[in-house]
């Protein structure tokens, strides 16, 4: 079955980088919409950036578009968020999450997956 385990949270100071890692099993990585999701506490879960399946195109939050980037090991089966010069308000659980088939920019939005894992811890520091 499909399964995604996230990895690589922790503890940053502001201005700092970290990577966050996703594990995926279940499914052939090259085919999902991908996306990368992160929940701050008392705010609704958002999408961070995505990779629409109907076309390999990324998709990002604007605001954060300088900052993160997804990348892709097939081979491993592993998908990567790398996020640079962090900031405070970046504090959240980050999510990864799947699905086969979503269109576009709606890989943004967290209603069209069907498949997620467990979240990791990001805090950043001021």
């Known amino acids: 079955q499909v399964q995604l385990v996230e990895s690589g949270g922790g503890l940053v100071q502001s201005g700092g980088s970290l990577r966050l890692s996703c594990a995926a099993s279940?499914?052939?990585?090259?085919?999902?919409?991908i996306g990368w999701f992160r929940q701050a506490p008392g705010k609704e879960r958002e999408g961070v950036i995505c990779r629409s399946s109907s076309d390999g195109n990324i998709f990002y939050d604007w605001s954060d578009r300088d900052r993160f980037i997804i990348s892709f090991d097939s081979r491993k089966s592993m998908v990567y968020l790398q996020m640079n010069d962090l900031k405070p308000e970046d504090t959240a659980v980050y999510y990864c999450?799947?699905?086969?088939?979503?269109?576009?920019?709606?890989?943004?939005?967290?209603?069209?997956?069907?498949?997620w894992g467990q979240g990791t811890q990001v805090t950043v520091s001021s």
């Open positions: 999450a799947a699905d086969a088939s979503i269109a576009g920019s709606s890989c943004l939005q967290e209603g069209w997956y069907d498949y």
């Open positions: 279940g499914f052939n990585l090259d085919t999902y919409a």
